[in-house]
């Protein structure tokens, strides 16, 4: 059975630091691509960055180019997302994704909640 369980969110004040973390089982790992995606209220869910197969190849969205780095540990199954400098903007339910296109799977965690206030 797939799990992706999303952990470290929570309420943080402006220009603070969170790291969320993503531990994943019941799939091959190394075959994913895993990716970060948020969605705030009344909004479409986006997503926020991508790391591949190898984990020198990541993207991100531009709104989180240079405060966001998205890393990945094959040997633990887990992928983290490490978020500097917080703005009200970044305010969301953060989602972890797991996708193989080529075998057909698309897999989602649960969810957690980053809150950026003062």
């Known amino acids: 059975q797939v799990h992706l369980v999303e952990s470290g969110g929570g309420l943080v004040q402006p220009g603070g630091s969170l790291r969320l973390s993503c531990a994943a089982s019941?799939?091959?790992?190394?075959?994913?691509?895993m990716s970060w995606f948020r969605q705030a209220p009344g909004r479409e869910r986006e997503l926020v960055a991508v790391?591949?197969?190898?984990?020198?190849?990541?993207t991100y969205a531009s709104s989180v180019e240079g405060r966001f780095n998205i890393s990945r540990d094959n040997a633990q199954n887990t992928i983290h997302l490490q978020m500097n400098s917080l703005k009200f903007e970044d305010t969301a339910v953060y989602y972890c994704?797991?996708?193989?296109?080529?075998?057909?799977?698309?897999?989602w965690g649960q969810g957690t909640q980053v809150t950026v206030s003062s």
């Open positions: 994704n797991a996708k193989n296109t080529r075998l057909g799977w698309d897999y």
């Open positions: 019941g799939f091959t790992f190394t075959q994913a691509i």
């Open positions: 790391m591949g197969y190898i984990p020198q190849l990541s």
